[in-house]
């Protein structure tokens, strides 16, 4: 089997696939969080599995498989309320390897499959191919415009309250979106809020 050709996106064009996926499917007027297993489930018909201890013997918290129709996601991930977060990550993150990569595994259906299609991708086409499908995930469940638009109105009520503002910030836009204060992070400085932000 020949080496895979893979397409590596830009800044600009995975915020515009985003909007677009976002505009399909999900309403801003619609409260948050962004509801991506009801979308990946109802709209896309794509069915979110439990696959036990698939972390432990693969290293993957989830996997895209069967034609783009399955989602496999670690069983304790699914289960445990704490790792909701993470969850719903991860799904986003998978859905996103299905818009820009879906040519690249259509064919698989098993772990091991999804493993002997990665041996074929060098490691730093790998982890460019991750960081884009992390980036596109994080734009769909944190909207530019309606993380813009809270990011603001939260830092403008927190300001010179708390010496820890940022962090603060950051924990409520967490709470908001239903990700993690580090996802929040990366969106922040994706985002370029840094310079529009004073905290």
Same mark, same amino acid.
């Given at each position: 089997?020949?080496h895979?050709?893979?397409?590596?996106?830009t800044?600009?064009?995975?915020e515009?696939?985003?909007?677009?996926?976002?505009?399909?499917? =999900?309403?801003?007027?619609?409260?948050?969080?962004?509801?991506?297993?009801?979308?990946?489930?109802?709209?896309?018909?794509?069915?979110?599995?439990p696959?036990?201890?698939?972390?432990q013997? =693969?290293?993957?918290?989830?996997?895209?498989?069967?034609?783009?129709k399955?989602i =496999?996601?670690?069983?304790?991930?699914?289960?445990?309320?704490?790792?909701?977060?993470?969850?719903?990550?991860?799904?986003?993150?998978?859905?996103?390897?299905?818009?820009?990569?879906?040519?690249?595994?259509?064919d698989v259906?098993?772990?091991?499959? =999804?493993?002997?299609?990665l041996?074929?991708?060098?490691?730093?086409?790998?982890?460019?191919?991750?960081?884009?499908?992390?980036?596109?995930?994080?734009?769909?469940?944190?909207?530019?415009?309606?993380?813009?638009?809270?990011?603001?109105?939260?830092?403008?009520?927190?300001?010179g309250?708390?010496?820890?503002?940022?962090?603060?910030?950051?924990?409520?836009?967490?709470?908001?979106?239903?990700?993690?204060?580090?996802?929040?992070?990366?969106?922040?400085?994706?985002?370029?809020?840094?310079?529009?932000?004073?905290?």
């Amino acid at each position: 089997m020949p080496h895979p050709k893979i397409r590596f996106y830009t800044p600009q064009e995975l915020e515009t696939f985003a909007e677009i996926f976002l505009e399909k499917f =999900y309403s801003s007027g619609e409260s948050l969080p962004v509801e991506i297993d009801t979308i990946v489930e109802a709209d896309l018909d794509i069915r979110i599995l439990p696959f036990s201890c698939l972390e432990q013997k =693969y290293g993957l918290h989830g996997y895209l498989a069967l034609s783009l129709k399955k989602i =496999y996601i670690d069983q304790y991930i699914m289960d445990e309320e704490s790792f909701e977060r993470r969850y719903r990550f991860t799904v986003a993150e998978e859905v996103a390897h299905s818009l820009l990569h879906k040519d690249l595994f259509k064919d698989v259906t098993t772990p091991e499959e =999804y493993m002997v299609a990665l041996d074929k991708i060098t490691e730093t086409e790998h982890a460019r191919m991750d960081i884009d499908a992390k980036r596109l995930a994080e734009a769909i469940l944190m909207p530019a415009d309606l993380y813009r638009k809270e990011c603001l109105k939260i830092a403008t009520e927190i300001s010179g309250k708390n010496k820890s503002t940022k962090s603060v910030l950051f924990l409520r836009l967490a709470n908001e979106f239903n990700v993690s204060e580090e996802a929040v992070g990366y969106r922040f400085r994706h985002l370029g809020l840094d310079s529009q932000v004073s905290l």
